[in-house]
C-alpha cells in the first residue's frame, strides 16, 4: 500500500517491508543477514514501483488456443546503481526485473563539505529509449542523488524514478527544490539528520553495513 506524503514522495508502507526494515535497523544485525534482508526488501519495492509500467499486447500461442496476451512495452527498463551501497537494492530489483538493463555511477559524499564527488559513471548506451530507475538506500543530505540525476537528465531517458530505504525530511526537501517531475519512494521518512550527515533513527552506513566494512 501507497501512502501520499507530497506529490513527489511516497512511503511505501507494506507490513512486509516495514518488518524487514526494523530488522536491518537493530545494530545487531550482522552483514550477511543485513544484506538478505535488503535483497528482500529490494523485491518487495521492486513491484510497487513498477505498478504504472506501460504494457502492449502481442500474440501467443498456449497449449490449448491462440491469445492476445499483455508484455511490458518498449525497450522496458534500466536500473542505476548509485555506487557502492546501491548495489545492495540493484540485486533484489534483478530478480523481478532480470531483463533491465544497469548502469552505475560513482559518487562519494566529501567528508567536511558533505558535497557530492563523482569518480566513474557508466551506463547502458540505449537508456534514453528506457524507464530508469535510480537505487540507493539512504536519501540523506540528497546531494549525491542530485548530481547523479543531473547525469542522468543528461542521456534524456524516457522517465526517471529514484528508490531508497530510508530518507530524511530534509533530503526531501533538497532533492524536490531541484526536480519536480522525478518521484522518490522511500520504505521510510525518518525524524532528521545529525550534525554529520547521518539519517537518525536510521541504519547507520549502509554500505558498511552491506560489505561489513568500517
Known amino acids: 500500500m501507497l501512502i501520499l506524503m507530497e506529490d513527489q514522495f511516497q512511503v511505501i508502507n507494506h507490513p512486509l517491508i516495514q518488518h524487514k526494515l526494523?530488522?536491518?535497523?537493530?545494530?545487531?544485525?550482522?552483514?550477511?543477514?543485513?544484506?538478505?534482508?535488503?535483497?528482500?526488501i529490494s523485491m518487495l519495492m521492486a513491484y510497487e514501483v513498477t505498478r504504472d509500467?506501460?504494457?502492449?499486447?502481442?500474440?501467443?500461442?498456449?497449449?490449448?488456443?491462440?491469445?492476445?496476451?499483455?508484455v511490458i512495452d518498449g525497450k522496458k527498463m534500466a536500473l542505476v546503481s548509485i555506487l557502492r551501497a546501491g548495489?545492495?537494492?540493484?540485486?533484489?530489483?534483478?530478480?523481478?526485473l532480470p531483463s533491465a538493463r544497469v548502469g552505475h555511477i560513482g559518487l562519494y559524499r566529501?567528508?567536511?563539505?558533505?558535497?557530492?564527488?563523482?569518480?566513474?559513471c557508466k551506463l547502458p548506451t540505449d537508456i534514453e529509449h528506457r524507464d530508469v530507475?535510480?537505487?540507493?538506500?539512504?536519501?540523506?543530505?540528497?546531494?549525491?542523488?542530485?548530481a547523479a540525476m543531473k547525469k542522468l537528465k543528461e542521456r534524456n531517458p524516457k522517465s526517471i524514478k529514484f528508490v531508497c530505504l530510508v530518507a530524511s525530511?530534509?533530503?526531501v526537501k533538497?532533492?524536490?527544490?531541484?526536480?519536480?517531475?522525478?518521484p522518490v519512494y522511500a520504505a521510510s521518512l525518518d525524524r532528521q539528520l545529525n550534525e554529520k550527515?547521518?539519517?537518525?533513527?536510521?541504519?547507520?552506513?549502509?554500505?558498511?553495513?552491506?560489505?561489513?566494512?568500517?
Not at 548495489?87 to 523481478?96: F, H, K, R, V, W
Open 22 to 40: 526494523t530488522l536491518m535497523r537493530d545494530k545487531n544485525t550482522g552483514s550477511q543477514e543485513f544484506r538478505r534482508l535488503l535483497r528482500e
Open 87 to 96: 548495489n545492495g537494492i540493484l540485486e533484489g530489483m534483478l530478480e523481478i
Open 197 to 214: 550527515g547521518y539519517i537518525l533513527p536510521g541504519l547507520g552506513d549502509a554500505g558498511d553495513r552491506i560489505y561489513g566494512t568500517k
Open 110 to 120: 566529501d567528508p567536511k563539505t558533505l558535497e557530492a564527488i563523482e569518480y566513474y
Open 133 to 146: 530507475i535510480v537505487v540507493d538506500p539512504m536519501l540523506a543530505t540528497a546531494h549525491t542523488a542530485v
Open 169 to 171: 525530511p530534509e533530503g
Open 53 to 70: 509500467t506501460q504494457l502492449t499486447e502481442i500474440e501467443i500461442e498456449t497449449p490449448l488456443e491462440k491469445m492476445t496476451a499483455p
Open 174 to 182: 533538497e532533492f524536490t527544490s531541484h526536480f519536480n517531475d522525478i
